[in-house]
């Protein structure tokens, strides 16, 4: 599959994932919980739907589903802890938390894109 086509497929299940990550941290704030708390409340929800989505449509992985998921974890959890460094930043900075959410999940997306593609779901050899 072409680069492009992976990058259109993945943009489009990150457009589903991100609508339900952040319906999840905007309802927590709204709430009452904290931006951190919130966003890694958010992330948790989408930990899930991002695998499946990314494994069986993206990618659409022929690896053995717990060799797959072994490489996701760290993978995930290196985006979550650069989205994580952004929002902290950007809250740092006074930046309104809304748009230092919308900006830590653009860190997210860019850092997990290129760990899935060179990472997680690379065509190994048999």
Do not use: E
């Not at 927590?28 to 409340?41: E, Q």
């Not at 974890?73 to 938390?97: D, I, K, M, T, Y």
Request: charged letters at 10%.
């Amino acid at each position: 599959m072409s680069l492009t086509k992976l990058v259109a497929k993945y943009s489009l299940s990150g457009l589903i994932n991100t609508v339900v990550g952040y319906a999840v941290i905007f309802a927590c704030m709204a709430i009452g919980l904290g931006p951190r708390l919130s966003n890694a409340l958010g992330y948790a929800v989408g930990f899930v739907i991002s695998f499946l989505q990314t494994r069986y449509w993206v990618f659409r992985s022929a690896s053995r589903v717990v060799d797959d998921a072994t490489r996701f974890v760290p993978a995930f959890l290196a985006a979550f802890g650069v989205n994580f460094v952004v929002l902290q930043a950007l809250l740092w900075l006074g930046v309104n938390p809304y748009i230092a959410q919308l900006s830590a999940g653009c860190a997210f997306i860019g850092v997990g894109f290129f760990l899935n593609y060179v990472f997680v779901f690379r065509r190994r050899k048999k």
